[in-house]
């Protein structure tokens, strides 16, 4: 069974541009979640969905971040413009309900210059 | 304030030591789950298990054991006869009923050296 993607792999933007990285969950997962990860720290949640409802958005940073979960499967988070301190890693993880265990993907280093 | 705290942020041993990684938390709720997730240099998150508040018996799989102690809020992970395969962050994460969300420590590196 397929785990999580996510694309690009990496990313490198000038800054006040914009940038968009994709999710796929794990098929049947009603649960999904972007992480932020800087280095050296463990992800911090950005979002999670249920279902195509954001269920917990109170993390994300809504002038500059917007995310969406169409139909309830793939996601897609977008920052505009992006900032140098947004360079980290950007994690995205799906469960089958908010109380189980997530799988991560392998993430989107996002490098802003 | 910080719900779990990773006190060892590198640890090193010889293949076939065991290394025991720390993991304090911190909640008011009586029902909760305690994660452990394993991250290699590929950069992929990879869940190792979750014990809910409930079920103190401590686990064993494989190499790996887990030692949950409500009474001083501690989740520690032991990997015995360690690889160098091993070497990766460890991060121990909290999640709260109701919350749904993962809250991670720091995480402590391990390296294996052959």
């Known amino acids: 069974e397929a785990g999580v993607v996510q694309s690009p792999r990496y990313k490198i933007i000038e800054k006040k541009q914009p940038v968009a990285f994709w999710c796929n969950p794990i098929?049947?997962?009603?649960?999904l979640y972007w992480y932020l990860q800087n280095l050296g720290q463990g992800p911090e949640l950005l979002i999670r969905?249920?279902?195509?409802?954001?269920?917990?958005d109170s993390q994300l940073p809504k002038d500059r971040f917007s995310a969406e979960r169409l139909k309830g499967v793939d996601s897609t988070l977008k920052i505009q413009p992006a900032e140098l301190g947004d360079s980290a890693v950007y994690l995205c993880a799906s469960s089958e309900t908010g109380n189980t265990e997530a799988f991560f993907g392998q993430g989107t280093r996002l490098t802003v210059v | 304030a910080q719900k779990v705290t990773q006190a060892q942020t590198e640890i090193s041993v010889v293949e076939k030591e065991d290394v025991t990684l720390d993991c304090v938390y911190e909640?008011?709720?009586?029902?909760?789950?305690l994660f452990w997730y394993k991250q290699p240099p590929s950069g992929e998150l990879v869940f190792l298990i979750r014990r809910n508040s409930f079920d103190e018996q401590n686990e064993i799989s494989g190499r790996y054991s887990w030692n949950f102690q409500k009474s001083t809020s501690s989740f520690n992970f032991t990997i015995t006869a360690s690889q160098v395969v091993d070497s990766a962050v460890y991060f121990c994460?909290?999640?709260?009923?109701?919350?749904?969300?993962?809250?991670f420590g720091a995480g402590t590196t391990v390296t294996v050296r052959a």
């Open positions: 098929s049947g997962h009603n649960t």
């Open positions: 909640t008011r709720d009586t029902t909760y789950y």
């Open positions: 994460a909290l999640s709260e009923v109701g919350d749904y969300k993962l809250s």
């Open positions: 969905y249920e279902n195509e409802e954001a269920v917990d």
